[in-house]
């Protein structure tokens, strides 16, 4: 699976749009694009995923790059509640298995 | 959506001593599930990929003898980690995968965090 780099850490301002940037410049064509987050001491949640296409849900946005080279998921209207380890995680296309973790961005959000 | 429940959420044991931990899937079935630790303030180290009916298969480094993992039904796989010792002490945390699921299906529990004294 092609490996990711994030930023270690970010802040962002209570109700302001969080941009979590992502680089995935080894991406293969039917790679796909995932984000968790993790709040202290509790298992990873679901985000977000997409292969190709911007995607949104009640969560997030997800934009990726016209080359896929790389993504950034955007929380519109970040609350303290979103304080959390988000990753970043390429998995490959049908058959593939496993997800395998970076290091993700620690995102504080600030009052 | 699909749930998966991890038990028990913490456990403190006696050093040499063994420790199962399991995890559901509450709604789905799951033909596929992982086993991950994370030590504090690192990521999540996938240990093994956990297949119903048949052996798990363990990533490199990981002694498969030490965390054994079964997966005899669709529904529950375990992780029991044998004679433990204090540098086993981490958070474990098990994974499994909804296909019918809408998003790829990789659902997490809540971790088991294992204090070995």
């Known amino acids: 699976d092609a490996k990711t780099t994030q930023p270690t850490s970010m802040d962002c301002a209570e109700g302001r749009a969080a941009n979590l940037p992502c680089n995935h410049s080894t991406i293969s064509g039917n790679e796909y694009v995932y984000w968790y987050r993790q709040i202290h001491s509790q298992g990873p949640q679901y985000i977000i995923h997409g292969l190709k296409n911007n995607e949104t849900n009640e969560m997030a946005s997800l934009i990726i790059t016209e080359d896929r080279k790389s993504s950034t998921l955007i929380l519109p209207h970040a609350t303290l509640r979103d304080t959390a380890v988000y990753y970043c995680?390429?998995?490959?296309?049908?058959?593939?298995?496993?997800?395998?973790f970076g290091q993700g961005t620690r995102l504080t959000i600030n009052p | 959506g699909a749930v998966v429940s991890q038990h028990p959420s913490r456990v403190i044991c006696k050093s040499g001593t063994s420790v199962k931990i399991e995890c559901r899937s509450l709604?789905?079935?799951?033909?596929?599930m992982f086993w991950y630790r994370q030590f504090p303030k690192q990521s999540l180290m996938l240990m093994a990929t956990s297949n119903e009916g048949s052996k798990a298969t363990y990533e490199q480094g990981v002694e498969k003898d030490k965390f054994l993992i079964n997966h005899a039904s669709l529904t529950l796989s375990t992780l029991t980690v044998t004679s433990a010792h204090p540098e086993d002490s981490s958070f474990y945390i098990c994974?499994?995968?909804?296909?019918?699921?809408?998003?790829?299906?990789?659902?997490f529990g809540s971790g088991t965090r294992l204090t070995v004294v």
């Open positions: 995680i390429v998995r490959g296309g049908q058959g593939a298995q496993k997800l395998v």
């Open positions: 994974s499994a995968r909804d296909y019918a699921g809408p998003f790829g299906g990789y659902t």
């Open positions: 709604d789905f079935q799951a033909t596929t």
